[in-house]
């Protein structure tokens, strides 16, 4: 998965998470597809060293187990443009767990639990090929009888391996007989850093109103893409002249977009202030409610 580290999972209490026999990882350090013996790349699902390379310090993964590590069936996918890009996976590595992996996981349209993913499948003829490799935010989980286990993965554009106008899975047969490719999920925290699976579904038990305001910033600016355009669209046009200025590119990162204005919009350096016993602190935790309230009456109103 990454180079010179073998995908196993290390021990843990979370009966959720299955186990990848290690594999060695390949020695190119760039993308590229990598040849393996059919059996292994079955039995194992080996990808390519250098799908991650843009994690600068891949180490953070090894002693992490991952959310899900195994095979799923492309159920469906979409774009649209305010879902973004979609994809409807079926689990086909958790049949033997009476728990389903993302059970736990926060679930939102726009600000479900931020994940890190890889995607890719193999041409039959031992070649592992990357689909997705980047983050992506979980929207929907399911677990029934006739279905099996389910779940939907808003994908972000810069994880796509052949451009950010076309989908992953363009060209993949989906339903009942779709094609069969292989997931990896890492669960996020709010610092963009791998989470214990049970860390993870711990922490999105409490509700998001219970939240500090420094948390639910963190969640709203990461994790929320509504809440980046709404910031853009409807928040910076009216900040002061003078302050606007110091907006970054919104395409450069719309999370660090939306954080500054935030901070600018509350009055304050840091979004640390918020925990303040001050006046200061006072008055930006109610700028930031204020915030809240707004861009709840222009989801109802847009949705």
Not at 234 to 250: I, Q, T
């Amino acid at each position: 998965m990454f180079p010179g580290l073998r995908l196993s999972v290390p021990a843990t209490n979370d009966k959720a998470a299955p186990v990848v026999a290690p594999v060695a990882a390949p020695e190119p350090e760039i993308l590229q597809e990598v040849t393996t013996p059919p059996s292994e790349a079955r039995t194992a699902a080996t990808v390519g060293s250098g799908l991650v390379e843009d994690i600068s310090s891949p180490e953070d993964y090894r002693n992490i187990a991952p959310i899900y590590a195994d095979y799923v069936r492309v159920q469906d996918f979409a774009t649209k443009p305010l879902a973004g890009m979609t994809a409807n996976l079926v689990l086909l590595g958790g049949e033997a767990s009476l728990v389903h992996p993302f059970r736990g996981l926060r679930t939102a349209r726009h600000a479900g639990h931020r994940l890190r993913v890889v995607m890719s499948m193999s041409d039959g003829d031992g070649k592992e090929r990357a689909l997705f490799v980047g983050e992506a935010s979980l929207t929907w989980w399911a677990d029934d009888c006739r279905n099996g286990m389910r779940v939907t993965l808003r994908l972000d554009d810069g994880g796509i391996i052949d451009g950010p106008e076309k989908h992953p899975l363009t060209g993949l047969e989906v339903g009942k007989s779709g094609e069969v490719i292989y997931l990896a999920c890492w669960a996020l925290d709010n610092g963009e850093k791998p989470e214990n699976p049970e860390e993870a579904r711990r922490a999105q038990r409490k509700p998001f109103h219970t939240l500090t305001a420094v948390q639910q910033s963190q969640i709203k600016c990461r994790n929320d893409r509504q809440f980046q355009e709404w910031c853009l669209k409807f928040v910076a046009p009216h900040l002061d002249g003078v302050l606007a200025l110091e907006l970054p590119h919104y395409d450069d990162s719309p999370a660090e977009y939306a954080s500054q204005v935030v901070r600018l919009y509350c009055g304050v350096q840091s979004r640390s202030e918020f925990k303040e016993d001050t006046q200061k602190g006072l008055d930006a935790r109610h700028r930031w409610n204020e915030m809240l309230r707004r861009f709840d009456d222009w989801q109802r109103f847009t949705n």
